[in-house]
Nanobody, 123 residues
Framework: QVQLVESGGGLVQAGDSLRVSCAVS????????MAWFRQALGKEREFAAA????????YYADSVKGRFTISRDNAKTTVFLQMNSLKPEDTAVYYC????????????????WGQGTQVTVSS
C-alpha cells in the first residue's frame, strides 16, 4: 500500500522560508512524477510544483516560480518543497501527490495523495 506523509508545515512571517517534506512508501518511487499542490480556504486545489522521477525536469506554477524549489531524494523516497520569500497568499494546505504519467500540473495525473500539511504566512 502506498502512503504519502507530509511534514514541515507551520506558521511563519512574510519573507520567511520553510521546507515541507513528503515521505513516500512504495517500491517504484524513483519512477514516479511527484508534485505539490495547495489549497487555500474556500478555493480550489491548485498546482504548485512537480518533478519527474529522475529529478532532471521540474515544473512550477507562475505564482511560485523563482521562490519555490522542488527536489527529491530517491534513496530516501522523499520529496521536498523549499519555499522562500513566503507571502500571505501562499497560505494553504499543501498536498503531496505521486504517480502517473500525464501532464504534471493536472491533479488527475496523480494516483496517490497525502493528507496535507498547513502552511500559514502572516503579514
Amino acid at each position: 500500500q502506498v502512503q504519502l506523509v507530509e511534514s514541515g508545515g507551520g506558521l511563519v512571517q512574510a519573507g520567511d522560508s520553510l521546507r515541507v517534506s513528503c515521505a513516500v512508501s512504495g517500491r517504484t518511487f524513483s519512477s514516479w512524477t511527484m508534485a505539490w499542490f495547495r489549497q487555500a480556504l474556500g478555493k480550489e486545489r491548485e498546482f504548485a510544483a512537480a518533478i519527474r522521477g529522475s529529478g532532471d525536469n521540474t515544473y512550477y506554477a507562475d505564482s511560485v516560480k523563482g521562490r519555490f524549489t522542488i527536489s527529491r531524494d530517491n534513496a530516501k523516497t522523499t520529496v521536498f518543497l523549499q519555499m522562500n520569500s513566503l507571502k500571505p497568499e501562499d497560505t494553504a494546505v499543501y498536498y503531496c501527490a505521486a504517480g502517473g504519467l500525464g501532464i504534471p500540473a493536472r491533479p488527475d495525473t496523480y494516483l496517490y495523495w497525502g493528507q496535507g500539511t498547513q502552511v500559514t504566512v502572516s503579514s
